[in-house]
C-alpha cells in the first residue's frame, strides 16, 4: 500500500509519543482514529495511555472522553464489525468509558463519520493482512430477549408513569420526562384538530396513553389496537383506572383487522418496526379506515439520506427485522394511497432530550430490577442501545418524524402549525 493508510501511526506521532507495538488491529484502529476524529480519545490500555486524533490534539482540542480498554480483543471487534462490534464488546465488558460518557463517545464517532469514511480503508488493510471479515449480521446470534419478551418492570425503570415509549416533546431544556411525554400528547391532539364527539383510531397504541389523554382533554371515543398482550392487558387497566372505558376501547387485534370509520387516525411509533413491503400496506389500511374529510398523523423515527435506514446492533439485540423509513418513502406510500400531506415536523432534537432522560433513569433504576432477569450483560446492552439512541440524534444519524395527512386534498388548516 502507498497512500495514506499505509502510514504506521509511529511514523506520524509527536517526539516522544511514539506507541507500543499492540495487536494489528490495535495500531489499524488508532491509526483510522488519527485520520478522522474531530475531537481527540484518550484510551488507557495495560497500564499505558494514549491519544488517538492526534492531529486534533496537536491543535489543542482536549480530550473528549477517556475509554479504559480491559481486554485487547476490543479493537479486533470494533475493527472489523463497526458499531456491532463495540457494541459486542461493551457488552461482554471489554472496555468502558469513564464519567458514564459512552453516549458522549458515540456521538464523537458519529461527528466524525469515522464508520462511512474509513471503512474500505479498514477493510482494504485487514485483507493485506491476511485477515478474514465476517458478515456483520450474519452468523451466530446470542439468544437476547426480544423487546417484545420484555417485562413492565424494565419499561418502568426509565419511561414515565404513562409508560409511553417515543419522542416526546420539550418546551424547555428543564423539561423532566413527565412534561415531555405530557407535551407530545398535547402537541398530537392539537394537529389533530380534535372536537369532542369524534372518534379517534390509534394504531399501535401501546400503554393507551394517548388515548386517555384525547377523551379527557378532548372529549372524543377511540379505538386503540396491540397486537401485544401485555399492552392490551395494561392499557385496558389504566383505561379503567382513569375513568374513560365508556369513551376509549382497546382491542387485541391486528391492524389489518381493523373495519370501520374514524374522524381522526394516529400511529405513534409504529411504522418504523414494519418491514419495506409491510409499510405500504399499513398506509393503504389508515387511508381505507379514514371516513370523509379526515385527519391523520404519523410519528415515526426515519433516517436521513445518508443512512440505509439499519444499524446492526439495533437489529440484532433490540429491534429485529426492523428498518426505519426515509422521509421520501413515507410521503410516496401516503401520495400512492390517495392521501395529501398537510404538514412535517421533525423532531429528532426532542428525541436526543427524551432517550437522555431514558438513560439517566434506566442507570438510575437498575438496581431495583431482578438481577436475574435482566443480567450485567442485558444491562450493558440497554445502555449500548440508548446511548446510539442519543448519539444518532445529537448528531441528525437518525430523524424523529410528525407527518399530518388527509384524504380531502381541499382541506382548509389554520395558517399557524400548533
Not at 140 to 161: A, Q
Not at 279 to 294: D, E, N, T, W, Y
Request: with cysteine; glycine share 10%; hydrophobic share 40%.
Amino acid at each position: 500500500m502507498t497512500d495514506r493508510s499505509a502510514v504506521a501511526p509511529s511514523d506520524r506521532a509527536s517526539p516522544g509519543e511514539d506507541r507500543p507495538p499492540g495487536s494489528a488491529y490495535q495500531r489499524l484502529f488508532l491509526q483510522v482514529l488519527d485520520r478522522h476524529l474531530g475531537r481527540p480519545i484518550r484510551f488507557e490500555i495495560g497500564g499505558q495511555t494514549l491519544v488517538a486524533g492526534r492531529a486534533s490534539a496537536e491543535a489543542g482540542a482536549p480530550s473528549a472522553v477517556t475509554v479504559r480498554v480491559h481486554d485487547p480483543d476490543f479493537f479486533r471487534r470494533v475493527t472489523c464489525y463497526g458499531n456491532l462490534g463495540m457494541g459486542e464488546a461493551y457488552m461482554a465488558g471489554q472496555f468502558d468509558v469513564l464519567d458514564d460518557a459512552l453516549p458522549a463517545l458515540l456521538t464523537i464517532l458519529l461527528r466524525s463519520r469515522v464508520d462511512k469514511e474509513v471503512s474500505s480503508d479498514v477493510r482494504l488493510a485487514v485483507r493485506c493482512l491476511g485477515l478474514r471479515l465476517r458478515n456483520a449480521v450474519a452468523g451466530r446470534v446470542r439468544n437476547v430477549r426480544r423487546h417484545y419478551d420484555l417485562g413492565d418492570d424494565l419499561f418502568e425503570s426509565f419511561l414515565d408513569t404513562s409508560l409511553t415509549y417515543s419522542c416526546g416533546y420539550a418546551e424547555s431544556a428543564e423539561d423532566d420526562l413527565e412534561r415531555l411525554q405530557s407535551n407530545k400528547l398535547e402537541r398530537i391532539c392539537l394537529k389533530l384538530r380534535l372536537e369532542p364527539g369524534e372518534h379517534l383510531l390509534d394504531v399501535g397504541c401501546g400503554y393507551g396513553g394517548l388515548l386517555i389523554h384525547a377523551a379527557q382533554r378532548f372529549g372524543v371515543t377511540g379505538v386503540g389496537v396491540t397486537i401485544s398482550r401485555r399492552h392490551f392487558e395494561g392499557a385496558r387497566r389504566r383505561v379503567e383506572e382513569a375513568a374513560v372505558s365508556g369513551r376509549v376501547a382497546i382491542d387485541l387485534l391486528d391492524y389489518r383487522d381493523v373495519h370501520g370509520r374514524f374522524d381522526k387516525v394516529v400511529s405513534v411509533g409504529m411504522m418504523e418496526h414494519l418491514e419495506p413491503g409491510e409499510q405500504g400496506r399499513f398506509v393503504g389500511k389508515i387511508a381505507s379506515v379514514l371516513a370523509p374529510s379526515a385527519l391523520g398523523l404519523l410519528h415515526t423515527i426515519g433516517c436521513n439520506a445518508r443512512r440505509n435506514g439499519h444499524d446492526p446492533f439495533i437489529q440484532r439485540y433490540v429491534f429485529p427485522g426492523s428498518r426505519t423509513p426515509k422521509l421520501s418513502e413515507v410521503s410516496r406510500q401516503l401520495e400512492d394511497h390517495g392521501l395529501a400531506i398537510l404538514d412535517v415536523e421533525n423532531l429528532v432534537r426532542h428525541y436526543a432530550c427524551t432517550v437522555e432522560r431514558w438513560w439517566e433513569r434506566f442507570r438510575a433504576n437498575y438496581h431495583k430490577l431482578d438481577q436475574g432477569k435482566y443480567d450485567a450483560t442485558f444491562k450493558r446492552m440497554w445502555e449500548y442501545y440508548l446511548a446510539c439512541g442519543i448519539a444518532a440524534a445529537r448528531v441528525g444519524e437518525c430523524a424523529l418524524y410528525q407527518v399530518l395527512f388527509t384524504n380531502d386534498h381541499a382541506r382548509d388548516l389554520a395558517l399557524r402549525r400548533v
